[in-house]
């Protein structure tokens, strides 16, 4: 389906990225083209692990086209650039030998059966040790399963829907969960906005959209708030106008949009046009250096809008501050919130790695269990019992092109 090989591609999209790093292996360029082989819809059998050679071999699986591709692209930058600092280094120690890092990254094309058909492959791969991805909460959970099965552990930098982590032993995630991030929004717009009566526009399709708006809504009811309309629309449709003027009509003082960028932008032009001049918020999944450009551009239809996130890059601690400026030293533009947590989520593997002592995927899971109070760049993470991070969540206000730091929200 793709006009280009998946090098051409990946090249054009992430300059710079598969040349600079020569232990990145996408050994067969074209091995994952759109639609699959027949057959690889199909749970493979585990295969036994080859813990013979001298690299730990990483995969990736992320939207570095498609849909979300803002979302690939970044945590894969954040990725590229622990695993570039962690072999700089020599290596991982492990037990004593330093071993290099190598990664094989296929991208979903932002579709989650496209995220099932790579974890099916990555799942009859003996040489991965660990598999980081998805971003998106639906792709995380489709594709689950697979490592599960095979006894792979998989860590999602950022994907925040409860039932991820809930597919099974292996699966861990690097991020607060949307139970936390829900409340942290109801108390921002009930506390600091004094809404009363706030519409939300959930799209049904997203296990995230679906699960934070539902938190919300609780969550805001909780703090004696109303809940004017809560509509559903479509990602794929362009006109939410209908749905918009249900929301004028009904007299909310607020809107929650718990969706991603590409919409939310489309979404708040429309809003403008018809007149509605309310605070419109939302979640992680606005964190695009897109987001404001569907919108129209700086100082438009999402001027002041507020979103939670994982983390700011104004941040004050020293090692916020040490990453922006080596990342930005590297890559000319500041790290955004999914460099940050592709990043951890690496770092985070690489730190199990050297406590395991090895490469075996059931030690390396057991590690990662233990993870306690590592100092990551978006905050001190513990992996809770059910792989889960328990952290802080930060809210950002926009301003012109920036997401300006408004408040830090930190867990009971
Ligand atoms: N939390 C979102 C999800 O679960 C993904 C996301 C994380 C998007 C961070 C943007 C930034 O689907």
Known sequence: ????????????????????????GCKDPNANKTGGDPGTGAATTAAAQDTSGDTIKVGQYASLTGETSTFGVESNAGLTFAIDELNAAGGIDVGGKKMKVEV???????????????????????????VIGEVASSRSKTAAPEFQ??????????????????????????????????????????????????????????DYSVGLADVFKEEFA?????????????????????????????GADGIFIPGYYNEVGTIARQAKELGIEVPLMGGDGWDSEKLVEGAGG?????????????????????????????????????????????????????DAIKRAGSTERKKVRDALA??????????????DADRNATKSAVVLQIKGAEFAYVKTIAPN
Do not use: W
């Open 149 to 206: 099965r095979a006894g792979i552990p998989m860590i999602s930098p950022s994907s925040t829907n409860p039932e991820v982590t809930k597919v099974g032993d292996f699966i861990f995630r690097v991020c607060f969960i949307d139970p936390f991030q829900g409340f942290v929004m109801a108390k921002f717009a009930s506390e600091e906005l004094k809404l009363k009566k706030v519409a939300i526009m959930r799209d049904p399709s997203q």
């Open 1 to 24: 389906m793709h006009k280009f090989s998946r090098a051409s591609l990946l090249k054009a999209l992430i300059p710079g990225l598969v040349l600079s790093l020569n232990l990145v």
């Open 370 to 383: 233990q993870t306690k109070d590592y100092e990551a760049v978006t905050g001190k993470i513990t992996i």
């Open 222 to 250: 909780k703090m004696g708030g109303a809940i004017a309309v809560d509509v559903s629309y479509n990602a794929k449709d362009s006109d939410f106008r209908s749905q918009l003027g249900q929301i004028k009509a009904a």
């Open 104 to 130: 094989e990254t296929q991208d979903d094309q932002s579709k989650a059966d496209e995220a099932k058909t790579v974890a099916v492959k990555f799942a009859s791969d003996a040489k991965v040790v660990a």
């Open 298 to 350: 700086p100082g438009k239809a999402l001027e002041g809008a507020y979103f939670s996130t994982h983390y700011s890059k104004d941040s004050k601690e020293q090692k916020v501050q040490d990453f922006v400026k080596a990342f930005s030293a590297k890559n000319g533009k500041a790290p955004a919130s999914l460099v940050a947590q592709g990043y951890d989520a690496m770092m985070i593997l690489a």
